[in-house]
């Protein structure tokens, strides 16, 4: 972007000529290169690459280029720049130098002032490659890290994924080896399942038994682990330590306890029963609290109160267990109040979300009300479905009807956004078409869209140069004639699939938008039309559909779909014909989410259109 919009700021200023500038620009695109040997390329409106660095492809018309699974490649790009500024589309594609294809994500950028879309793309495997290359590293970057960690004197910690390959191990031997065969030998169960199952109960915690480095093969030593599960990169980080370690400033006190009382006691005996009682059962005292501490209680005390050496041994090992416990109930205090505090947090985000979603199901009912009754057939159709499907709970798709003296009005629009703000779009639209069509409904299609377009803009103020937004819909309006058995279709983006005699055509509206401050105000849009004979079926639909992703490669569904759907069920009721698309749309899209807001309208008039 930085070299056209230099050139374009140089041709501004009177260096050069504006001519000049574009022809710089396109020469100094053609040259850069990035990554592995990826490049820019550039289209004008018409989807033909007037800057491309292969010299085949620079100059051609990608307007009806299909890829390998028959979607257009070009087309799409141009598309999203000039609807929404920039975004992201995919194809699969040749790499330079390469004759097989590989699927490439790309990315299109608008340059209002010359009508250019520009962009670039990345191949999926790149990508690929660039993340695994990098999940090396941070291991690497861990394993070094992990061992310098220790945890008592032979504690340690590791990582294992989801599939119990050992990803880091102080143990060489155990890392990048699948262990889902190591056994607990207390429960001869797959020991890291356990830890996967620990991972799952936060604050619990696994007891094993296990060998020791100087006593390896011989497991009768108990460990235990606690884990965590990292679900961004589906690891599990455990650390180890044999339960004895644990104990070990407890069994330390305790020995010299021992040691002590075995001293005083054989002092005692010399001494006589005079200072037996005097000294020994201090020291029985102490440790008796000694292996309490031990079993893991924190509120004994010795209760010792002597002025000689006993006696600071057990105002210390008072303290001790006292400062102890102190910071275990700290530590519970501050737990139970963070865990107030999400509380709190996630009954206010309960409540705002309650409401946000009340108001949005309020507005449903309203866009609901907007729309026509999908049971109302018009006059002289035999057959109507209509499939409307929002994105969200609203959207930004609708289906528009009216009758007319000698027959009736029946569009698909499309507008700007989807959910709310698209939802707000369609009350523009809906109330829009319904004054223009009070005001020229005796006109043709391809007038009213004209009109459109122009109130469209006018009513979002899109008309003037300094405009703040930048909205407006795709549409495809048909009028039928039940008396003539005529159909005359205009389309702004939106065209019509004619099915007669399993012969389908596709009619395709013309490519301008209504409303958008770029959409040209006296743009005459095609009229079309149709001549209605018996078991004719005509078909509408938004771009939702055509661009939902899914199947096995997570491709759009494709217009090439869609009308293999047309050719083998446009002879069957239309109740199941929606049933059927709706189960077809719903199996290919799968796990993923929906894109886009979908809306199809497909409808059969009588027989020769007459009643």
């Known amino acids: 972007g930085y070299i056209i919009k230099n050139q374009y700021q140089a041709a501004q200023a009177g260096e050069i000529t504006e001519k000049e500038a574009q022809q710089r620009a396109l020469e100094q695109m053609r040259l850069v290169r ?63 130098d390469m004759e097989e294809p590989s699927e490439k994500l790309t990315y299109s950028t608008l340059f209002e002032p010359w009508s250019w879309v520009y962009g670039t793309g990345v ?108 679900e961004y990169f589906d690891w599990y980080i455990a650390s180890s ?20 009382t075995g001293i005083i ?73 963070k865990t107030r505090e999400l509380a709190d947090n996630y009954d206010k985000l309960e409540y705002a979300n309650k409401h946000i ?49 000698d027959g009736f009005l029946l569009a698909v629009i499309d507008c700007t956004g989807h959910g709310v703000p698209g939802a707000i779009m369609t009350m523009v639209a809906s109330i829009t078409l319904n004054q223009v069509v009070q005001e020229h ?28 937004s930048d909205d407006g819909l795709d549409m495809g309006l048909c009028h039928v004639d039940a008396s003539s058995g005529k159909l005359v279709f205009a389309g702004a983006r939106i065209g019509l699939f004619v099915c007669e005699n399993d012969e389908l055509n596709e009619i395709k509206g013309d490519r301008q938008s209504i409303g958008y401050k770029s959409s040209d105000m006296d743009f005459e849009f095609t009229e079309h039309v149709v001549d209605l004979g ?15 992703v899914g199947g096995e490669s997570c491709l759009p569904f494709g217009r090439t779909r869609f009308a293999e759907f047309i050719q083998k069920r446009h002879h069957e009721p239309f109740s199941e014909q929606k049933l059927v698309l709706e189960n077809i749309l719903s199996e290919y899209q799968g796990d993923q989410e929906q894109r886009d807001d979908i809306t199809v309208v497909g409808f059969k008039c009588q027989e020769g259109g007459r009643g």
């Open 34 to 96: 990035y990554g592995n040997n990826d490049y820019l390329w550039i289209s004008d409106f018409n989807s033909v690459l007037i800057s491309h660095p292969d010299p085949n492809l620079n100059g051609a018309d990608f307007s009806q280029v299909l890829d390998v699974y028959n979607n257009y490649i070009v087309p799409p790009m141009v598309e999203v720049a000039r609807t929404k500024g920039e975004g992201f589309t995919s194809y699969w594609w040749n790499r330079l």
């Open 534 to 548: 018996l078991g004719t079926s005509i078909y509408m639909t938004t771009d939702g559909l055509i661009g939902q």
């Open 441 to 468: 409904g005796r006109s043709g299609p391809g007038m009213i869209l004209k009109e459109m377009n122009k109130a469209v803009q006018s009513v979002l103020r899109q008309h003037s140069s300094d405009a703040k």
């Open 123 to 230: 191949y999926l495997d790149d990508i690929k490659a660039e993340v695994d290359r990098r999940k090396s590293e941070l291991i690497e970057e861990l394993r070094e890290l992990m061992r310098e960690m220790v945890i008592g004197e032979t504690g340690y910690m590791y990582i294992f994924s989801s599939d119990m390959t050992m990803l880091i191990h102080p143990n060489p031997e155990y890392e990048s080896k699948n262990l889902s065969s190591l056994e607990d030998p207390k429960t001869g169960r797959p020991l890291l399942l356990e830890l996967e199952e620990v991972a799952a109960n936060p604050g619990t915690n696994l007891q094993y038994l296990w060998d020791r480095p100087d006593d390896p093969g011989n497991y009768v030593y108990e460990k235990i682990s606690w884990v965590l599960h990292n």
């Open 265 to 337: 006691f054989l002092l005692s005996l010399t001494l006589g029963g005079l200072f037996l009682r005097k000294f020994i059962k201090p020291i029985e005292k102490l440790s008796s609290v000694a292996l309490q501490v031990q079993a893991g209680d924190l509120k004994v005390r010795s209760g010792v109160q002597r002025n000689d050496e006993i006696g600071i041994l057990a105002r210390e090992f008072d303290n001790m267990i006292e400062k102890l416990d102190g910071h275990v109930e700290q530590l519970d205090a501050t737990v139970k109040e």
């Open 357 to 405: 979603l009340e108001s949005i199901y309020y507005a449903r009912t309203i866009q609901q009300a907007i729309l026509p009754r999908m049971n109302i057939v018009p006059p002289g159709v035999r057959e109507l479905f209509i499939l409307w499907r929002p994105k969200d709970i609203i959207g930004g798709d609708i289906y528009w009807q009216r009758r007319t003296e």
């Open 241 to 260: 330590v044999y339960t004895d370690e644990l104990y070990s400033q407890s069994r330390f006190l305790t020995t010299n306890i021992s040691i002590i």
